[in-house]
């Protein structure tokens, strides 16, 4: 089986990363995790004190817990759409109200609703507004204009601006955490999910001021990060320059592989700085399937927003992570047999 569909890193590490990470995980399990050497090696990754970091059971888990600090109960919260699915699940289940605002299509490119967003803030309603940059299953980055431009609208309001980066390390770099400083009301979630290849470790973080850290830290179970993903993420983290390399041949791959796409008549595929590509092809559901029975999974991305706007924008697209380079030809091959 060829796992494309859940955007898994999953031929990142090599032989001496997965083996090292597997060493890690011998160490005692009869005590508690501590997790003031990861918040450690976390801070010092990204720049910030151990202080303004959050460590979660995952991303999604931050923007659980996130939500549910700051919109449960019917608190209303901007969501520019489509963007990774889990939002409209965990935002309905934690009772907050969403302003849903859609991104554009435009020259073959999504072009991100920046004064649209900016309008809904200017009702001083919102509790939060969610972005997902780079976006999930758009694959596109905002641009520095509209982090500034948004960070302008959010600064000396109640509003809490979460920029959600989990594929910042496959990105050309923009970030919202350059703000931190004088936005006290910022928080940057990040992962070790797909930069780190640990998907199955579940370990995410958050950045944010501290007094946000203690506030959000008070909805989060004791110990909910296992000792043996812990010790994953800490030798991972020792070898962070050995890790980018390998994460430079993905973005490497990416590109080649988003070549081979183009030449494929009748496949849009759309700018990515993720560790995927988002495609539209004629027949998007019949496509998923022939492909499903010859052992490749791809997401189909029509599925992943509730909302008749976003279902719209994304329909017959089919979202695809970057295939291992041995694998490329296998799928390019798959791919063009189902087309046709």
Known sequence: MMPLDRNESYWLLDEELVGAARAAGARELSTYPDYGELKAALAKYVGVTPEQILVTPGSDAAIEYIARAYAGGSGEVILPVPTFYGYESILGRVGAKIVSITYEEKDGRFVFPLEETIEALKSGTAKVLFLCHPNNPLGCPLSPEDISSLVAAVCGSDTILVSDEAYFEFSSGTSFLPYLA?????ITIRSLSKAFALSGA??????AAPEIVQKVQKLILPWPIAHLSTAAALVLLEQVEKVGERRQVVISAREHFAEALRAIPGVTVYPTETNFVLVRVPGAE???????AKGIRVAPGESMSHFAEAKGLLKDTLRIAIPAPESQSIFIDALRAALH
């Not at 004088?182 to 910022?186: D, Q, T």
């Not at 579940?202 to 950045?207: C, E, L, Q």
């Open 286 to 292: 019949h496509v998923c399937g022939t492909l499903l």
């Open 202 to 207: 579940r370990v995410g973080y958050a950045i």
């Open 182 to 186: 004088g936005l006290s009301n910022l």
